[in-house]
């Protein structure tokens, strides 16, 4: 149904602007209306999707953007790092291995300050080479300063493109941000995708304008110079603050992009969580799964519900807390190991969140899905009483429960 | 120097003033210093052209020593002095 929101000074239709795109497509689509003034990439699977349609923009004269075609994913993101430093709006994309070559320059872009935009197709890492989602490359870089939201479908990539945009240019923030859509399940599946129209995409997004820039010969500045022993911690602390700063950014952004679109989303959003003793936590597409995993095992009587992490940097460990603070059996779907470590990167951070607050509901790590080993609805209900039985009979607890593996 | 806290200070490590590293001692790192023998120089400003950090003081066109507040010890000038005249010495020695 169609109704009338405000988006700054223009009044636009907000539903019924359906297209039909795939997830890369709907970004590359967002990325137009953006029309950033520099674009670095490097082609990689699953992601080739965006740098195809938004190159054919390029090519039409859309876009004003210089799209810069490099020698590397490390050269993608240094020349968009120079390009920030020199005030541009600047976006790159890539996958898995791209990302993993980016690591370097990943903490030189969150260091600087540079609010770049990333839209990150995951990808399994190698070795063993594999193109499929997981998000073993997107945990890789939870710790650089990226501000991280994680997207379930097409239309969400196209929404967290915009939202990233604004939270990554805020004031508050100027922190690199990443919108993380899963390869192949969202980058080359097709629905449809209610999009904006542009000139509310140019309100939304409003004109960039740089605390520096390396070309204003009124304020002129050195960019990315020694910072010795005695101010590199300072300089650390405040992309601490910056963090922390974030997360009722990305609040507010995703409560006013509710208001324009009619599609409200929040850092943690649940499901049919109210009375639920059993839940899992879970990123990315594998949501909707669980969500018919829940209304399945919910006809049968059983009390199972959902929460969907959508913002992991900064990660919003209150609210996860809350969402948790009634169950009983909480299972935290991670798609993506840390070898060695006590459990994945999502559960670890679940157990902490929910630690600092003194809650202590049954917790088990939910591997699944690793290299785009397929997640239907059949395996997350074995997930669902795997974790009841868990809960009757300790005996059979285990910390991490890897899901789908041939044993 | 007064240190400033973290809320004084520019974000991102940017530098608004020139000449900042004048202020900061770079050299606290090095492991052997060149030292020149001016009974040899020619004060032909070499080593002054190839240093990285521009630690080679010069008064009236005229070479005068190192700055070692700055001086890395990388040894280029070592190496580029046409009179062989600048030896590297070992930091304990001194």
Redesign the interface.
């Known amino acids: 149904m169609a109704r009338q929101v405000r988006a700054g000074s223009v009044r636009i239709q907000a539903r019924g602007n359906a297209v039909a795109l795939s997830g890369g497509e709907a970004v590359a689509y967002a990325m137009r209306q953006i029309d950033p003034d520099v674009v670095a990439v490097y082609p990689i699977t699953p992601q080739t999707v965006i740098v195809e349609a938004f190159s054919e923009s390029v090519a039409e004269g859309k876009v004003g953007t210089e799209m810069i075609h490099v020698e590397s994913e490390h050269a993608a993101l240094s020349a968009c790092i120079g390009a920030a430093a020199a005030g541009a709006r600047a976006h790159t994309a890539t996958s898995g291995p791209g990302l993993a070559l980016m690591w370097e320059v990943l903490g030189v872009a969150s260091?600087?300050?540079?609010p770049i935009v990333m839209h990150l197709c995951t990808r399994a890492l190698s070795a063993p080479i594999n193109i499929m989602c997981d998000h073993s490359d997107a945990m890789a870089m939870r710790d650089l300063g990226w501000v991280m939201l994680f997207g379930e479908n097409p239309q969400e990539a196209y929404d967290q493109a915009l939202i990233v945009q604004r939270v990554a240019e805020h004031r508050d923030v100027?922190l690199p941000s990443v919108n993380v859509i899963d390869g192949f399940t969202v980058t080359h599946s097709v629905e449809g995708v209610e999009v904006l129209p542009d000139e509310v995409v140019a309100s939304f997004v409003g004109t960039y304008s740089p605390?520096?820039s390396l070309l204003d010969p009124q304020?002129?500045?050195?960019?990315?110079?020694?910072?010795?022993n005695?101010?590199?911690y300072?300089?650390k602390?405040?992309q601490i603050?910056?963090m922390k700063n974030a997360l009722p950014v990305v609040a507010a952004t995703l409560q006013e992009f509710g208001e324009l679109t009619g599609r409200h989303y929040n850092l943690v959003e649940e499901y049919r969580t109210e009375d639920a003793e059993v839940v899992l936590v879970v990123m990315g597409s594998t949501a909707g799964t669980v969500r018919i995993a829940v209304d399945n095992l919910r006809e049968d009587g059983v009390r199972a519900g959902v929460v969907r992490v959508r913002c992991f940097r900064p990660f919003p460990a209150e609210e996860v807390a809350q969402a948790l603070r009634r169950a009983k059996l909480v299972g935290v779907l991670d798609r993506s190991l840390s070898l060695g470590a006590p459990g994945s990167s999502l559960y670890l951070e679940v157990m902490a969140a929910l630690s600092q607050r003194m809650l202590s509901p049954y917790l088990v790590n939910v591997v699944h899905g690793l290299g785009g080993r397929n997640t239907p609805v059949r395996i997350i209900k074995e997930a669902f009483s795997q974790l009841r039985l868990m809960g009757l009979e300790e005996q059979r607890r285990e910390p991490i429960l890897y899901l789908g593996v041939r044993e | 120097m007064e240190?400033?806290?973290?809320r004084s200070?520019?974000?991102?490590?940017?530098?608004?003033q020139?000449g900042?590293?004048a202020e900061?001692e770079?050299g606290s790192w090095r492991t052997s210093r060149p030292v020149i023998d001016f009974s040899q120089c020619t004060h032909c400003m070499i080593c002054w052209i190839f240093c990285p950090d521009s630690a080679f003081t010069v008064e009236k066109g005229k070479l005068t020593g190192v700055d070692y507040d700055h001086c890395k010890g990388c040894a280029i000038c070592v190496v580029e002095c046409p009179k062989k005249c600048i030896v590297m010495v070992d930091e304990p020695r001194l």
């Open positions: 260091g600087m300050r540079l100027l605390l520096y304020r002129r500045v050195t960019f990315g110079a020694l910072d010795p005695e101010y590199y300072e300089h602390r405040q603050e910056a | 240190l400033k806290d973290w200070l520019p974000i991102g490590s940017v530098v608004t020139p900042s590293s900061t770079t």
